[in-house]
């Protein structure tokens, strides 16, 4: 999950309880029809790198922003803007995390030994798969603002994964690994034609109407 700089009891409690709902979301991974075709397709490729690399991108694409929105609700996390501020600074920490995973044989196979090659490449500062990782992290931040303000979750959450699997149909026809990370890219949802900020700690009043003002007098003389 990686959040940084958690400075309240409030933040540590949203951010142990996003982790719960994180683990609770992967095991139910065997039990939801909708992801089970997906999964199947995942599991018969021969490819050890892609089937890490497909795992990942359902945590993060699909998982994630579920779980920050059933977190999100009022009732469960915390005041202000200071999680959403952690969440969003832990880009660094995601991007070393992946550097050092791509590096593993036991987690990437073969291919690490590839990436070993290219991480010594002098002009590469950040390794791709961290970018791809952090960069589908924060975009799972925005997708379950949307979510939390859906009108109908349950079929926003249908669409999601529709994107998800087709991303992820389409990466398992390639061998290149960085050719995976362009095509699973962040899935889209439409936004909601009345979106409040959800974050923000004032309280809206539910009952206020909108007066239109007074129209002015016909006879009124032009100046």
């Known amino acids: 999950m990686y959040a940084a700089g958690l400075d309240s009891k409030g933040e540590s409690r949203w951010f142990n309880e996003l982790i719960e709902e994180f683990q609770k979301a ?17 599991e018969r490729s021969s490819n050890r790198a892609f089937r890490v690399t497909a795992h990942a991108y359902i945590h993060i694409a699909y998982d994630l922003p579920r779980c920050i929105a059933t977190c999100l609700h009022p009732s ?20 070393e995390t992946f550097d050092r995973a ?28 961290g970018i791809w990782a ?11 603002e949307q979510l939390l303000v859906s009108t109908d979750r349950q079929t926003d959450e ?5 994107n998800v699997e087709r ?3 389409n990466a398992g026809e390639r061998r290149n690994p960085f050719s995976w990370l362009k095509v699973l890219s962040p899935p889209d949802l439409p936004d909601p034609k009345h979106r409040p900020d959800i974050l923000d700690v004032i309280e809206y009043a539910t009952d206020v109407k909108t007066i239109p003002p007074a129209e002015a007098p016909e006879d009124v003389d032009e100046p």
């Not at 590096?103 to 950040?126: H, N, S």
């Not at 952090?134 to 379950?144: G, K, N, P, T, V």
């Not at 249908?158 to 529709?162: E, M, T």
Request: glycine share 4%; aromatic share 14%; with cysteine.
């Open 134 to 144: 952090s960069d589908l992290r924060e975009r799972s931040f925005h997708l379950a």
């Open 76 to 95: 469960r996390r915390p005041q202000g803007l200071a999680a959403r501020d952690a969440y969003f600074r832990a880009r660094d920490s995601l991007c």
């Open 26 to 42: 992967y095991e139910r991974w065997e039990q939801d029809p909708r992801m089970r075709i997906g999964l199947n397709r995942i």
């Open 167 to 169: 991303n992820l149909k």
């Open 158 to 162: 249908a669409l999601l994964w529709r």
């Open 102 to 129: 791509c590096k593993r044989q036991d987690i990437f196979g073969l291919y690490a030994y590839g990436f070993r090659l290219v991480r010594l490449l002098p002009m590469l500062k950040e390794f791709p798969f």
